[in-house]
């Protein structure tokens, strides 16, 4: 595997860290591992997770709505 992909799979992974356990942007969390441009960010995180980084934090925030109600209290 080329260290290219493997530095891209560690920052998406960094990103996916900033977008569930942050509020910054995507754009801001594109700045702060790195990218210069938050579109290619976005192309690059959707081509590599299969889903856009404000999907995936959606999809989070389903997720763990979903658990809340589901909780017994």
Do not use: C, H, W
């Amino acid at each position: 595997m080329p260290i290219s992909k493997i530095i891209e799979g560690r920052l998406i992974q960094e990103a996916r860290r900033n977008l569930a356990y942050t509020s910054l942007t995507v754009a801001e969390i594109a700045y702060r591992i790195g990218y210069k441009d938050p579109a290619y960010f976005t192309r690059v995180f959707t081509r590599t997770t299969g889903i856009t980084p404000t999907e995936f934090r959606n999809k989070l925030e389903n997720d763990l709505e979903v658990r809340r109600v589901q909780t017994p209290k």
